[in-house]
């Protein structure tokens, strides 16, 4: 463009272009806004002409990094001109240039630029953003400095402002990184936040300046920490030092006024001469948590000071001028090492609100003329000794609570009426307290926690209020009789543990915990007071607590009022007419009890629980119903006859272990309720009201107890869980009149039960009914249809089980299970099924099991050491389950029916069988099945539909000798004969080709593997086969005719016949077992404990 005479490169002429290069005119006199905007232009030289570039006019240009503008007559560079520029980093302004506009050079990279003479006017955030290291307008003739000039530029060290400039205007220099701004004495004017967040700044001489005002947030959260401030400085505004960390203030006499939060949280400040000054207020939060301030001298004008003004500073001892007028809430509060406060000659007459709270160590306090002291004034401060004046009216709410060094304190010269809630509470070692005689009320937790020794009330006193005197850990005595108190209130004496003897006056009222932990208190006499209600937790935890004597209008105790005390007799008033809950809750020496001639007409719950001394108990007269453990855990040992008695709670006599007598024969009582007489170990006789309609004998209501016999009353119409559970004394119990079911548990664990007459029409044995009683024999009676889960369990001198005339069908799961004397038992012919563990550990030699059998299962006969013998040939089981006989040490023999489809894992482990059969119907075999079967020699699973020998099936059957596999074998585990040492013939009448399978590692090469004669391959399990074995009848795989039933037994039967001779076995086999069955089914005998349906 060179050779054109172009004068004005247009609004967006090469916006958003590849630009890199352009050669301008000389006639080019503008560059219109967006010109260049988003171009690759790397180098800007114009000639002499040009004299405006717009906003914008070269922005956004990501590859500038040279821009010389020194040959132009621009006098003004325009907004943005060069915004986002990054890469901008050598610049030559023209000398014209007078005026620079906002954010010019926002976002480049510039480092240093010669500042025109001709500038004088820089507009708001001219510099803003930008790259620049320094600037000098000290050649300048600049004035003004205007808001965020400077703003955020990060890498800015140094400013050099001219000598012109008299102003500088918010936030010029705040969020930039600048380290040196010198600053000439023309500087008349800081507006706000002009310095703030600037964070390498750590020195701004401004002595030489005309400044007099330092704005508000001027040097806010800035890290200037030498600040020299002019002489002429009249003002420092709110927040103008907040958060900064300014070490020393120095200021002229002509300061009058400091602002709020002025110097708040500035923690390096360590000192402030404030003496010449002419200041009259320090206010709000001005010096709040200048933690390092160890130093402030007050000027003679001072006559208010803020809210928090000096919390939380470090110095020693404050000495006021004496025209101080007003100290406000929290001024002087947390001041570690203050120990002196001298108020002596100050012109106020309030300490107000936490004043001095938290000065932990502030001993001598020195005051006079005060009238009044407000709430926490010296809360948790030093003080050993105070003695307050006469001027003095009010001390208010814990206004020297935990002053844990407070020893003395005198107030008796005052007139003070009211001492308020808190006022002393947590001074642990106040031991002498003078009243004044004009006090009256002592409010909620006033001398809470203190150290009481001396405490002489006045005659004037009228109210002491909940707390007023609780956990007094050194008063033994107090005489209030003289006083004009008429209730005693919450809490007012609780925990005061070393109270002993206490004198009341004739008061009206009592109110919930008044005594409470009262732990030394012997005696209390209420006989000349007119309470009526001793209330709740009223002596609680009075552990010495010995005797009462009552007031003669008492008619109420309530809950927990005398729990854990140490009375020993309870007489009850004949106006009392109801005692609560607990009332008196483990009072483990209170021995007898006398309510006969009260009014009481409920005994409620836990009354009288854990009362272990308890003996001798007469009841009211007028008693209807006793409650949830109202005598649980004494040591009464009869229950006296109560003619109105109608209701019995829930554990009501729970554990009163020397109870041997109950008599309820007058009273209404129908219901004997859960737990009732649980653990009452002696207890052998309970007598009814025999003209009831009905008894209801509730959940373990006798459980434990030491009835020896027991007859149920005729009117007994439910028995519930467990009534006489775990009772080891009962020997004989009568059910016979009664028409109820045994419910759950309701004999168990009587270890001594020999004797059970039961009803005709017994239906249901719950659950575990029977469990570890002493039992031997047990007739089923007609009626009874359903057995429960265990309900014979380790019965242990069980020897027989007659089922026969019952209507049970299910034998539920260890239903006899550990009965170790169990030798016979009559099945009836419903029995279909029988559950796990039913007949486990038993001494049974022989058993059949009815024909409706069809489900028995795991552990039915597991660890049965006299089995001999097993007959399932009648049911029709399809499982033998998991462990079914499994640890039957002696068994030698059982009969299968032909319905077996599955031999389950382990179930017959460890027994004596000699030889196996298993039916053609049997398809699935489990792991371990015969394992430590150490008698067996022969297994014949030929007839079988099993495909897989599992892991373990034979293992350490040490004396197996020949197995004859299943014709449709696929699958042989490699540890499936692991252990039979003996093995060495195997037989298989199959087809299947093994060739490549290999016998497990234990095999050796001298087996012999028997196979048909029309077997086809030559090695079968990778060993050479010896043809010619004969199969059976019938050629594989048609099926061939079964036995009856299949028998693994000590003699193999024999099949291996031809079909004609194996027809004519068949037959006879049928014949036999048809006249068996006939001859067992007409007898009526048992032979050797051999079981048969009957």
Same mark, same amino acid.
């Given at each position: ?665 007058? $009273?209404? =009582? !129908?219901? #004997? *309720?859960?737990?009732? +007489?649980?653990? %009452?170990?002696? /207890?052998?006789? &309970?007598? @009814? ?116 005339? $019952?209507? =049970? !069908?299910? #034998? *539920?799961?260890?239903? +006899?299970?550990? %009965?170790?004397? /169990?030798?016979? &038992?009559? @099945? ?122 599992? *892991? ?143």
């Amino acid at each position: 463009m060179s050779q054109t005479n172009i004068e004005e490169i247009p609004y967006g002429c090469f916006a958003n272009s590849t630009l890199k290069y352009i050669e301008l005119p000389n006639t080019l006199y503008r560059v219109c806004s967006y010109a260049f905007d988003y171009t690759q232009i790397e180098i800007f030289d114009p000639y002499v002409n040009l004299k405006y570039i717009e906003p914008y006019g070269l922005s956004n240009c990501y590859n500038l990094t040279i821009a010389n503008l020194s040959q132009t007559i621009i006098t003004r560079l325009d907004q943005k001109a060069f915004y986002e520029c990054p890469s901008l980093k050598d610049m030559w302004m023209s000398s014209k240039i007078t005026t620079v506009l906002s954010r010019t050079f926002a976002n480049t990279d510039i480092a240093h630029i010669k500042i025109p003479k001709q500038l004088t006017k820089l507009e708001t955030e001219a510099f803003a953003y930008s790259g620049f290291h320094e600037f000098d307008f000290s050649e300048c003739q600049l004035t003004e400095i205007p808001p965020k000039a400077f703003y955020s530029c990060h890498k800015v060290q140094k400013i050099i402002l001219s000598q012109s400039t008299t102003i500088i205007r918010a936030n010029a220099f705040a969020d930039c990184s600048v380290s040196e701004i010198g600053i000439y004495s023309s500087l008349e004017t800081l507006e706000e936040g002009c310095f703030c967040n600037t964070s390498n700044l750590r020195s701004l001489d401004l002595s030489a300046a005309s400044v007099k005002t330092i704005p508000k947030d001027a040097f806010r959260n800035s890290n200037c920490g030498n600040l020299d401030l002019p002489l002429s400085l009249i003002t420092i505004s709110d927040f103008a030092f907040a958060n900064g960390r300014v070490a020393h203030i120095s200021v002229g006499s002509k300061l009058e006024s400091i602002g709020l939060n002025a110097f708040q949280n500035c923690l390096k400040l360590y000192s402030i001469n404030l003496s010449q000054t002419a200041i009259k207020e320090i206010k709000d939060f001005t010096f709040d948590n200048c933690y390092s301030l160890s130093s402030v001298s007050f000027p003679v004008s001072l006559e208010t000071i803020g809210i928090r003004a000096f919390y939380g500073c470090n110095f020693p001892e404050i000495h006021f001028p004496p025209n101080i007028k007003t100290v406000s809430e929290y001024a002087f509060a947390s001041i570690s090492k203050l120990k002196t406060a001298d108020l002596e000659c100050m012109d106020y007459k309030i300490i107000e609100k936490e004043t001095f709270a938290n000065c932990t160590s502030l001993e001598v306090l020195k005051i006079s003329d005060i009238k009044t002291i407000k709430q926490g004034a010296f809360r948790n401060t030093k003080l050993r000794k105070t003695v307050l004046q006469s001027s003095i009216n009010d001390v208010y709410e814990a206004a020297f609570a935990g002053c844990q060094y407070l020893e003395h304190f005198d107030m008796s010269k005052t007139n003070i009426k009211k001492i308020y809630s808190d006022t002393f509470a947590n001074c642990s070692r106040l031991s002498e307290f003078y009243f004044s005689q004009e006090t009256a009320i002592i409010d909620s937790s006033a001398f809470y926690g203190c150290a009481l020794k001396l405490f002489k009330v006045p005659k004037s006193l009228q109210t002491l209020g909940e707390f007023a005197l609780s956990h007094l850990t050194f008063l033994d005595r107090i005489d209030l009789t003289n006083t004009r108190i008429d209730t005693i209130k919450t809490g007012c004496f609780c925990y005061s543990t070393k109270l002993i003897d206490i004198k009341l006056p004739p008061i009206a009222a009592i109110e919930p915990k008044a005594f409470e932990g009262c732990s030394n208190l012997r005696i209390i006499m209420l006989n000349g007071t007119y309470v009526k209600l001793l209330p709740a937790v009223c002596f609680l935890n009075c552990f010495r607590l010995e005797k009462i004597i009552f007031p003669y209008k008492l008619e109420t105790i309530d809950q927990q009022c005398f729990a854990f005390t140490n009375l020993r007799k309870f007489k009850a008033p004949d106006t009392l007419r109801t005692i609560k809950k607990y009332a008196f809750y483990s009072s483990q020496n209170l021995i007898s009890v006398s309510m006969s001639t009260s009014q009481i007409e409920v005994i409620p719950e836990g009354v009288f629980l854990h009362c272990t001394s308890l003996t001798n108990i007469s009841m009211p007269i007028m008693v209807k119903s006793i409650g949830l453990e109202a005598f649980a855990l004494t040591n009464i040992s009869k229950f006296p006859i109560c003619q109105n008695l109608n209701n019995l709670g829930p554990k009501c006599f729970y554990g009163c272990q020397s109870l041997v007598h109950v008599n309820l024969d007058q $009273s209404g =009582v !129908s219901y #004997i *309720p859960e737990f009732c +007489f649980y653990n %009452c170990k002696k /207890l052998r006789k &309970i007598e @009814f009201n025999g003209y009831l309609s009905e008894i209801i004998f509730g959940r373990f209501c006798f459980s434990n107890t030491g009835f020896r016999s027991f007859e149920f009353p005729h009117i007994t119409t439910e028995v519930n869980e467990g009534i006489f559970s775990s009772c080891i004394d009962l020997v004989y119990v009568d059910i016979s009149q009664v028409n109820v079911n045994f419910s759950s548990s309701i004999f168990e664990g009587c270890l001594h039960l020999e004797t059970l007459m039961i009803s005709t029409s017994l239906q249901e044995l719950g659950s575990r009914s029977l469990v570890g009683t002493a039992l031997d024999k047990f007739i089923a009676p007609p009626s009874l249809s359903r057995i429960g889960s265990g309900s014979f369990g380790n019965c242990r001198f069980l020897r027989e089980i007659d089922l026969r005339n $019952s209507k =049970v !069908s299910v #034998i *539920p799961a260890e239903c +006899f299970s550990l %009965c170790h004397s /169990l030798k016979i &038992i009559y @099945f009836n012919d419903h029995i279909t099924s029988i559950g796990s563990c039913a007949f486990m550990q038993t001494k049974l030699g022989k058993i059949i099991l009815p024909q409706k059998t069809f489900n028995i299962e795991r552990c039915l006969f597991k660890d049965c050491h006299s089995l001999i013998e097993v007959c399932l040939s009648y049911t029709s089981i399809t499982t033998i389950p998991y462990q079914c006989f499994a640890g039957c040490k002696h068994l030698k023999k059982v009969l299968l029916p032909e319905s077996i489809n599955t031999i389950g894992i382990e179930s017959f482990a460890s027994t004596k069988i000699k030889s196996i059969n298993l039916p053609k119907t049997t398809n699935l075999i489990g792991s371990s099945c015969f394992m430590f079967c150490e008698n067996l020699k022969k297994i014949d699973l030929s007839a079988t539909n099993i495909e897989v020998l599992p *892991p373990y099936l034979f293992y350490n059957c040490t004396n197996l000798v020949e197995v004859s596999l299943p014709i449709l074998l696929v699958e042989l585990d490699q540890t499936c004969f692991v252990g039979c040492s003996s093995l060495t013939v195997f037989e298989y009448c199959g087809y299947g080709d093994h060739q490549t399978t290999k016998l497990p590692s234990f095999v050796n090469d001298e087996m012999e593997i028997h196979v048909k004669k029309d077997f086809k391959h030559k090695k079968f399990f990778g060993l050479q086969v010896i043809k010619g074995y004969y199969c059976g009848t019938a050629p594989d795989p048609t099926p061939r005719p079964t036995d009856k039933y299949w028998m693994m037994s000590e003699e193999k039967i024999e099949k291996r016949s031809f079909a004609t001779f194996a027809l004519l076995s068949m037959c006879i086999a049928i014949v036999l077992t048809y006249a068996t069955a006939f001859y067992y089914i007409t007898s009526e005998n048992r032979r050797d404990g051999y079981s048969l349906l009957q």
